[in-house]
């Protein structure tokens, strides 16, 4: 996710080289998940995601990208 300070509506672009099932969601710093952005089996290719963060109030939070076979959490800073 580029850049790591975010001030609204953000994109997530990623690639799969197998079938699998993708969840990519959004968390508060104390752990609460406060958005699902994709819950979905891909096929392989490259996909991207768009969430509004404008109902959502300015802090620390965490994307995590997870499938069975790979999990990957980056940390945003929300700005308004």
Do not use: W
């Not at 819950?39 to 995590?64: C, K, M, Q, V, W």
Request: proline share 6%; aromatic share 10%; hydrophobic share 40%.
């Amino acid at each position: 996710i580029v850049p790591s300070i975010i001030t609204g509506r953000f994109s997530i672009q990623y690639a799969l080289p197998e079938r699998t099932n993708l969840i990519i969601s959004l968390f508060d710093r104390l752990g609460r998940r406060m958005s699902v952005l994709v819950n979905r089996t891909h096929g392989p290719g490259y996909y991207e995601a768009s969430l509004d963060l404008l109902g959502i109030p300015s802090g620390i939070y965490f994307i995590t990208l997870s499938s069975p076979s790979f999990s990957s959490t980056q940390k945003i800073t929300l700005l308004k």
